[in-house]
């Protein structure tokens, strides 16, 4: 498995029609957040609303502006409830995911996306343990990372405290089965090490390997020169 090194970038800053999304077609969650004494409840039912249209029906989601009338409030306010209604049920999930649904907490999703040195949780009752390789489409986490199409990349099971939990690491983007045994036969012939796997992008590794493994030569291709340089780099 190739892990990333980045410098943290600012956190993503969804816009408004994002979260609406994401929270709609998420809709069944939200009545865990009823009765909690928050002006946003106003919009629990708009969204639940919303989010229980047919599928097939592509008529639009209503405007932010149309959304504040209903309800009798500004534009800035309803975004701000939003954001507020979204991370609400992040946070919840992460102190209570056995609310959101039987054996919730028996999967932990791990999410992660190029340029992000974070990763992201969420616990989720899935039917069966999803296979490596497998693509895995997710609008809610959208608002979240600004991705929502990952690809299973690994899958750890644990047993602690008479509790079976398997946590599924999904990247962001397409999964590349040669560029997967490619570093699987780098690491055999031990060609590429584990300090550069976790010290070098997942785009750097590439490069590597095709040097490497591919064309069967040593040290670094010209793009990656100036780490021969740096001998405390690894």
Known sequence: MKARKYASPDPYMPKTKELWIALKTEYQWLVLLK???????????????????DPEDYAPSPTIKLVAERVNQKPALIA????????????????QPDKFGAGCSNFKLR??????????????PLE???LKGETFRWYFIQAKMGENHFYVDHIYNDFLQGKHVTTIDLKAGYYNAYSEQLLEKGLFLRLINQLEIFGLTDY??????????VKERSGYPEELKHLESNKNYF
């Open 204 to 213: 750097q590794v590439d490069q590597l390997l095709v040097h490497r493994v």
């Open 111 to 124: 999410f992660s996306k190029p340029g992000y040195r974070n990763t992201v949780y969420f616990s989720m």
């Open 80 to 95: 701000k409830w939003l954001r507020l209604l979204y991370d609400d049920l992040w946070e919840l999930n992460e102190t």
């Open 35 to 53: 009765d909690n004494g928050k002006n946003y409840e106003q919009l629990i039912e708009m969204i639940q609303e919303n989010g229980l249209q």
């Open 128 to 130: 069966r343990v999803l």
